[in-house]
């Protein structure tokens, strides 16, 4: 069972670089979301989506892009890097309703 | 004001003890409301999910007050494995979720 998937598991980038960080999921999950952790801090919501074609801002949305083309990927696009986009990023999908939800193993990315 | 606020922790306790955790959420139309644990900044995993009837699970226990917007975790007869973050996740409906920022237990011999 894949789960959810995502890559780089690390990756260095300079200032104002762009790059888009994977998600997919094999398991049909119809919500998808996008988090950063920063040290000694819970998980900040980026940007998630209830289903393909439809996606929302969350907590933290600001210099990251989104998009839902298929049920299974979800990739976060970063416009221009910067140091404050240091941070470990999880992608995570559910189910509708009040269920679990699953989590990558996560993204460890620095911005130099 | 944060939408999830936790104990700020860290909670250093022995093996035996018995620890609990608070949790506040400040959106009243919240629908449901989990434990999740996190290692050494891994992903989190579900831990448990919480009722306002209680739910139990083992040597876990979790708690749910939608009156006064409170959820708690209780550990009884704590195990050095029990050592990680606990973060308190609300869910808002329509995909969105939120994450307290986690209280870090540390279970020693």
């Known amino acids: 069972n894949a789960g959810v998937t995502q890559t780089p598991k690390f990756q260095v980038l300079k200032t104002g670089q762009s790059m888009t960080l994977q998600c997919a999921q094999d398991m049909n999950h119809e919500y998808m979301s996008w988090y950063r952790q920063d040290p000694g801090m819970g998980l900040r919501l980026i940007h998630y989506?209830?289903?393909?074609?439809?996606?929302d801002q969350g907590e933290v949305p600001n210099g990251y892009n989104v998009s839902r083309s298929t049920t299974e990927d979800f990739p976060l696009r970063l416009l221009s890097a910067a140091p404050s986009q240091t941070s470990v990023y999880f992608c995570?999908?559910?189910?509708?309703?009040?269920?679990?939800?699953?989590f990558g193993q996560g993204t460890r990315l620095t911005v130099v | 004001r944060k939408e999830v606020e936790q104990d700020p922790g860290p909670f250093n306790v022995p093996e035996g003890a018995t620890v609990a955790f608070n949790c506040t959420y400040s959106?009243?139309?919240?629908?449901?409301f989990f434990w999740y644990r996190q290692d050494c900044r891994k992903e989190p995993k579900l831990l448990m999910s919480?009722?306002?009837s209680g739910n139990e699970d083992g040597r876990f226990t979790a708690q749910l007050n939608r009156a006064s917007q409170y959820i708690s975790l209780l550990i009884r007869d704590s195990k050095l494995s029990d050592s990680a973050t606990y973060l308190c996740?609300?869910?808002?409906?329509?995909?969105?979720?939120?994450f307290g920022d986690g209280t870090t237990l540390t279970v020693k011999p």
């Open positions: 989506s209830v289903g393909a074609g439809i996606t």
């Open positions: 919480v009722y306002s």
């Open positions: 959106n009243s139309a919240s629908q449901s």
């Open positions: 996740v609300v869910n808002l409906g329509a995909g969105k979720s939120t």
């Open positions: 995570a999908s559910r189910t509708p309703g009040n269920t679990e939800a699953f």
